[in-house]
């Protein structure tokens, strides 16, 4: 069956940086456009960032372009998002998604998401 665990997050001050992944299994991961998706407390999920298949072309939402990438590893079944410059604001569980951009940021898979903090 389809898994995505992601990995990587934790409490970082303002201005830290964290590299989340995501391990996928159970599908043929090269084939499918990838995203990232937050959720911060009493919001709603809000879509970060989208990478096709063979990471030719990525998208961005306007909150983070700049200072976050997403990346991925086919050979590993893996995706990435780096993270810089945090901000309070960007406190939030953070999860992977299979498929690209969408409104709402509804996914039939996704997985159980990892926790970013960003305080002082």
């Known amino acids: 069956q389809v898994q995505l665990v992601e990995s990587g997050g934790g409490m970082v001050q303002p201005g830290g940086s964290l590299r989340l992944s995501c391990a996928a299994s159970?599908?043929?991961?090269?084939?499918?456009?990838m995203s990232w998706v937050r959720q911060a407390p009493g919001k709603g999920p809000e879509w970060l960032s989208s990478?096709?298949?063979?990471?030719?072309?990525?998208a961005y939402a306007d909150s983070v372009k700049g200072r976050f990438t997403i990346s991925r590893d086919d050979d590993k079944d893996a995706l990435f998002l780096q993270i810089t410059k945090l901000k309070p604001e960007d406190t939030a569980q953070y999860y992977c998604?299979?498929?690209?951009?969408?409104?709402?940021?509804?996914?039939?898979?996704r997985g159980q998401g990892t926790h970013v903090t960003v305080s002082s």
């Open positions: 998604a299979r498929g690209g951009r969408r409104n709402p940021p509804n996914y039939e898979y």
């Open positions: 159970g599908f043929t991961f090269s084939s499918y456009v």
């Open positions: 990478i096709n298949q063979g990471g030719g072309f990525t």
